[in-house]
């Protein structure tokens, strides 16, 4: 078991390297001359000349290497121009907002998915099978910034339900004391029902946006492998020896047809890592996408590639966890090791 | 032949989906080739004094903050999106397909170099790593259809590789091979034909996507600048006009956007039934 672990964990080494050496000739691959990028617009030639050294552009390209890895070690990723603040601390006090959007939605999809997936391949052909084709292909096809909008203008233009839908809270409240940055964690930890409210009702819209996104692949991919399970000849056995047909269908087959589900789990965290810095845009949500999107309008290099390296170390090991996962609840895996 | 024939009958007729799916395809395509002659306004033309009109019968999608016809627009701005899609997905179609048969064919330094990259690439969420590239290469149109084609390409390189590994011992290899043919013109002429079917489902399936995530750029402000008229653009455009209660801005181009990628998949879910029965889901 332990070998497995180990091993997984040295697999997921590679990509981290891949994510670094990448983020790093992407800001090397500026046209023209970074430094003066990194400067700023409004930079003289000495404040360009100061940011060469400092970033150390004025050495060779491997040695520049060396030295972006080091910076990366101790944490630094460098100053937003536009804030004067680092770019690394910035990213971590916004990242919980982002969070907190991003796990609630993957808990929705996978609510509603799941018995949907099951239902669908327990029944095929039926209506619930032909609703199930129908989400799974609409739902790859919603751009997810105008379902945002349409959510936007139905739930709170039409019917007055949500709250306006700008940011993570009403102006009327303020935020709760930080120890997790998680709003509705904080806000139970601080034991104060209405803030609890207050910031889950801004939450609603953009999650649901977000779910309806990632529902059509957990769906599809839990209708394929239950009905490839509830075909096998272990089901048949279990059905004949007379056992409960819910039995049958959540000890058996469920558990087997998770398998699957659980890996393509990564894929989809990388499509709602992609999609939060959409949805972050149109809910005002003030996550580490829309950071990076105020630092895209103002041409601020340095918080752009600490957000691409965030991201891809994030999702890199997102994907080591979800292999762990998998190691542990699939028996065989261990066996294998 | 004929059996091919027959079975894309009966995937046509098993659901009556793709009949609509295709032909909304050919509108779109009509559109995109000829929309511009036929849109009643100037996409680029204000008009203060008709500005924010909900849609009407002379303005069918109503108008914008500044008084331009979103009808053109949206009109207009199909073929940018189609442009820009068609070439990132040919873009990562044809590198992608070369160097994945060159991994899958050679073999050796290539194959890991080959797969390590494309592995590198998906170890991002792939539209953060889009906006990353176009970013860093400079904000343009040109761009935009690169940073596309590059998250693409891994899919491409990875069903090209597969394909060639299996092949390249077989028996119709060898057999070219004694006749003299090169390297180049057995990946080519031999190769190349095999690995066409699944590589054109995968088209079909990403053309949605790549549509998608070009209008997500820029939404954002990345690629297409205003006032060029696109999707992704003028939804934007719209969304600040959403809490007061005007629709129609960014409702009917993310409409049109949406249907676009809809036709796109189902027409992409057909084509993967006839090329490759087996995928099903």
């Known amino acids: 078991m332990i070998k497995v672990i180990a091993k997984r964990l040295l697999g997921a080494l590679p990509n981290l390297v891949g994510v670094i050496v990448i983020t790093f000739l992407l800001t090397r691959a500026l046209p023209g001359d970074p430094a003066a990028y990194f400067a700023g617009g409004a930079a003289t030639k000495e404040a360009i000349e100061q940011v060469r050294v400092q970033l150390g552009l004025d050495k060779p390209m491997i040695e520049q290497f060396f030295l972006y890895v080091r910076d990366l070690a101790t944490g630094n990723l460098g100053i937003s121009l536009t804030t004067g ?4 601390q910035e990213l971590i006090a916004r990242l919980p907002a982002s969070i907190e959007m ?16 099951v239902l669908a391949a327990t029944r095929p052909g039926s209506w619930i099978d032909q609703l199930c ?25 039409l019917l007055g339900w949500a709250p306006s839908p700008l940011g993570r809270l009403d102006p009327m409240w303020s935020p709760p004391p930080t120890i997790t940055g998680l709003y509705l964690i904080d806000a139970a930890i601080a034991g104060d029902p209405g803030l609890w409210w207050a910031a889950f009702r801004q939450l609603i819209l953009p999650v649901i946006t977000m779910a309806l996104f990632v ?25 004949a020896s007379g056992l409960a047909p819910t039995t049958v269908l ?10 699957p589900v659980v890996t393509t789990l990564g894929m989809v965290f990388g499509f709602m890592l992609g999609s939060s810095v959409v949805i972050e845009k149109v809910f005002g949500w003030p996550g580490v996408g829309s950071y990076a999107i105020d630092a895209l309008t103002a041409s601020d290099y340095a918080p752009i590639q600490g957000f691409v390296l965030a991201m891809g170390v994030l999702f890199v090991l997102l994907n080591l966890v979800i292999d762990l996962l998998y190691t542990l609840i699939d028996p065989r895996v261990s066996l294998e090791g | 032949m004929n059996d091919t024939l027959k079975h894309i009958r009966h995937v046509l007729s098993e659901n009556p989906v ?39 019968a002379a303005h069918w999608f109503g108008t914008d903050a500044l008084g331009r016809d979103i009808f053109s ?19 990562s179609f044809a590198l992608g397909i070369a160097l994945g048969l060159a991994a899958g064919f050679f073999g050796g330094w290539w194959d890991t170099l080959i797969t390590r990259t494309s592995d590198t690439i998906m170890a991002f969420p792939l539209f953060v790593l889009a906006m990353g590239i176009v970013a860093a290469l400079g904000n343009t149109v040109g761009n935009i259809v690169l940073a596309t084609a590059i998250i693409n390409l891994p899919f491409y390189i990875r069903v090209a590789r597969a394909e060639a590994n299996v092949r390249r011992g077989a028996g119709f290899i ?3 091979r004694l006749s003299g043919n090169g390297d180049v013109r057995i990946l080519a002429v031999h190769l190349f034909p095999n690995i066409l079917p699944p590589a054109m489902v995968q088209v079909s399936l990403n053309m949605g996507w790549a549509i998608l995530n070009a209008a997500g750029l820029s939404f954002i402000g990345l690629g297409v600048r205003p006032p060029t008229p696109e999707w992704g653009i003028l939804v934007a455009e719209g969304a600040q006009f959403i809490v007061s209660g005007e629709w129609w801005v960014s409702f009917f181009p993310g409409a049109v956007l949406m249907l676009a990628v809809f036709t796109f998949n189902l027409l992409g879910d057909a084509l993967r039934d006839i090329f490759d029965p087996r995928r099903r889901t």
């Open chain 2, 73 to 91: 627009r949206t009109m207009v701005a199909t073929r940018l999106d189609l442009g820009i899609a068609i070439s990132a997905v040919l873009l």
């Open chain 1, 250 to 259: 959540v000890k058996y087959a469920l558990r087997n047809a998770l398998l």
């Open chain 2, 174 to 176: 060898e057999a070219a």
């Open chain 1, 133 to 157: 084709r129908l989400v799974t292909t609409a739902g790859v096809s919603l751009p997810t910034f105008f379902t945002g909008l349409v959510l936007a203008y139905v739930f709170y233009f």
């Open chain 1, 102 to 117: 991003v796990v609630l939605a993957l808990l929705l999809a996978c609510a509603v998915a799941l018995p949907l997936g």
């Open chain 1, 215 to 239: 529902l059509a692949p957990i769906a599809r991919m839990t209708r394929a492998s239950m009905l490839a399970v509830l075909g096998s000849d272990f089901i048949r056995t279990a059905r």
């Open chain 1, 85 to 88: 603040q680092p770019v690394a």
């Open chain 2, 18 to 56: 793709t009949m609509v799916a295709a032909a909304l395809f050919a509108l779109f395509i009509v559109i995109a080739l000829i929309g511009p002659a036929l849109v009643p306004y100037d996409p680029l033309a204000s008009n203060a004094t008709a500005a924010l009109q909900p849609p009407s």
